[in-house]
T-cell receptor
Framework: AQSVTQPDIHITVSEGASLELRCNYS??????LFWYVQSPGQGLQLLLK??????LVQGIKGFEAEFKRSQSSFNLRKPSVHWSDAAEYFC?????????????FGTGTQLKVEL | DTAVSQTPKYLVTQMGNDKSIKCEQN?????MYWYKQDSKKFLKIMFS???????INETVPNRFSPKSPDKAHLNLHINSLELGDSAVYFC???????????FGEGSRLTVL
């Protein structure tokens, strides 16, 4: 069964500091990996995705993530956090299976930004 | 122009009532989904339709009945509402049966 672990429930960083949010996944085949962001009262917005190819992927809002197959990880990074980045971040795993697109989400990491 | 839109955004109702949530997408996608987000923000898939055909039906009480009149619409009807049904329900769509999902803004259901 596929699963996603986001070990950090809450993270607080100062504005301008770097950020890394951790994500570990379990998937029986080639995974498709995603990071979504959810602001309060809003839906989920896709930050970036990995399907294949270059293991370092760039996303919107200055975010990037690196796929490490050996570690089953897909950590999200940003070199300098802005106050507007405060939100809930979800990592998700899915794949190209015959059973339909069952994206499995992690439990989320809530990011707080101190000014 | 909203890509995935859900109505209503908020729904407050009594236990035992029946309610519906509607979803429409204008992205031309073939696949649509319902996800449930509980009070701890955990997201779980409920249903998925591809071209009006049900392809994913997770372990959901049969009080929940999805209906897809066409590939741009996916509605969710809930009978005999219970307290535990209180959650945010998200509609989403994708171009194919895999890949990234595009989410609506959610419908917050509160059962009293």
């Amino acid at each position: 069964a596929q699963s996603v672990t986001q070990p950090d429930i809450h993270i607080t960083v100062s504005e301008g500091a770097s950020l890394e949010l951790r994500c570990n996944y379990s998937y029986g085949a080639t995974p498709y990996l995603f990071w979504y962001v959810q602001s309060p009262g809003q839906g989920l917005q896709l930050l970036l995705k990995y399907f294949s190819g270059d293991t370092l992927v760039q996303g919107i809002k200055g975010f990037e993530a690196e796929f490490k197959r050996s570690q089953s990880s897909f950590n999200l990074r940003k070199p300098s956090v802005h106050w507007s980045d405060a939100a809930e971040y979800f990592c998700a795993v899915g794949g190209r299976t015959g059973g339909g697109n069952k994206l499995t989400f992690g439990t989320g990491t809530q990011l707080k930004v101190e000014l | 122009d909203t890509a995935v839109s859900q109505t209503p955004k908020y729904l407050v109702t009594q236990m035992g009532n029946d309610k519906s949530i509607k979803c429409e997408q204008n992205l031309g996608h073939d696949t649509m989904y319902w996800y449930k987000q509980d009070s701890k923000k955990f997201l779980k898939i409920m249903f998925s339709y591809n071209n009006k055909e049900l392809i994913i039906n997770e372990t959901v009480p049969n009080r929940f009945s999805p209906k897809s009149p066409d590939k741009a619409h996916l509605n969710l009807h809930i009978n005999s509402l219970e307290l535990g049904d209180s959650a945010v329900y998200f509609c989403a769509s994708s171009q194919q049966t895999y890949g990234e999902l595009f989410f609506g803004e959610g419908s917050r259901l509160t059962v009293l």
